[in-house]
C-alpha cells in the first residue's frame, strides 16, 4: 500500500509513497513538517504472505525541514541559537507595534499570525528525494513515535522474543535499547506534555527525559443493579 495526503479543500492527492512496497501506519511530526511511517522496502519482505521486517522512514514535506534535519550537531545548534535571537527581535519590534496600534490591532495580528501558522507548506518536487531511512536496521515493528522535539525516534522492536523499547538519536545516529520489555503487540501513544504511553495487556507511562518506565495503576468500581433484567422484561 502507499501513503498519500489529501487537500480536503481541493480533494487533491499528493503522493508520499509510490514504492509498490508495504508502507503503512503514517504519523505526522509535532511541526507538521514531516510525515514518519514503516516500510518493508530494506528487510525480509512479505513474498509468502507473512514474516515482513519493516524500518521506520521519513519523508520531509518541504524542503527547509529537510535541509534542518541533515545539520550535523554543531551547525544544528548553531542555527537554534540565531533562529532564539531572531524570535526575541521579532517579539520586541511586535510589542512595539501593539503599543502604538493598541489592543484591537494587537488581537487582530495575533487572529492572523494563528491563521498563517495553521497552513501547511508542501513542496511537492522532490517528495522521494526528501524521504530516509531512520532506524538503524529492519526488525519486526510494533509502534513507533517522535519526541516531542522530532530529535529522537522512538520505536517497539523485536529481534528475540518480545517487543522491547529502543530509541534512536536522528542527529548522532545513535541507537540504543531503552527498556527490555519483552511485550506482546503494544502501542505508543502521547500526551501534549511529550510523555508517552505503551499500551498493550497494560498501560506503562514512559518518560523521555529519565528513560523511566511505570505502571499506570486503573481503579474503578462497577454498579450492579440485580433488578436490571427484571426491569427490561417488564
Known amino acids: 500500500g502507499d501513503i498519500s495526503i489529501i487537500n480536503v ?26 510525515i514518519i511511517f514503516s516500510s518493508e522496502r530494506f528487510g525480509m519482505r ?9 524500518d521506520v522512514m521519513m519523508t520531509f514535506l518541504n524542503k527547509d525541514a529537510y ?13 537554534k541559537e540565531v533562529e532564539k535571537q531572531q524570535k526575541k527581535a521579532s517579539q520586541k ?37 526528501r524521504t530516509v531511512r531512520i532506524t538503524p536496521n529492519s526488525s519486526e515493528l510494533s509502534d513507533y513515535a517522535l ?12 529481534f528475540e522474543g518480545g517487543y522491547d ?23 505508543i501513544e502521547k500526551d501534549d506534555d511529550g510523555n508517552f504511553f505503551l499500551i ?3 498501560v506503562k507511562k514512559f518518560e523521555p527525559g529519565s528513560s523511566k518506565v511505570t505502571p499506570v495503576k486503573i481503579s474503578a468500581k462497577v454498579k450492579i443493579d440485580p433488578d436490571f433484567g427484571k426491569k427490561k422484561t417488564m
Open 165 to 187: 523499547l529502543w530509541k534512536n538519536d536522528l542527529r548522532k545516529q545513535e541507537a540504543s535499547i531503552v527498556k527490555k520489555l519483552d511485550a506482546g503487540g503494544t502501542a
Open 200 to 202: 498493550g495487556s497494560s
Open 46 to 54: 512479505n513474498h509468502a504472505s507473512w514474516g515482513s521486517e519493516m
Open 9 to 34: 479543500d481541493t480533494n487533491e492527492e499528493i503522493p508520499i509513497t509510490q514504492t509498490g512496497y508495504f508502507d503503512q501506519n503514517p504519523h505526522w511530526s509535532a511541526d507538521g513538517n514531516a
Open 93 to 129: 519590534s511586535d510589542d512595539d507595534k501593539d503599543k502604538k496600534k493598541g489592543k484591537k490591532g494587537k488581537k487582530d495580528d495575533k487572529a492572523d499570525e494563528q491563521k498563517s501558522d495553521k497552513d501547511l507548506v508542501i513542496d511537492r518536487e522532490g517528495l522521494q528525494e
Open 67 to 79: 535541509d534542518k534535519f541533515r545539520l550535523n550537531e554543531e551547525d544544528f545548534d548553531l542555527l
Open 147 to 158: 519526541s516531542k522535539d522530532g530529535e529522537t525516534l522512538y520505536y517497539l522492536s523485536a
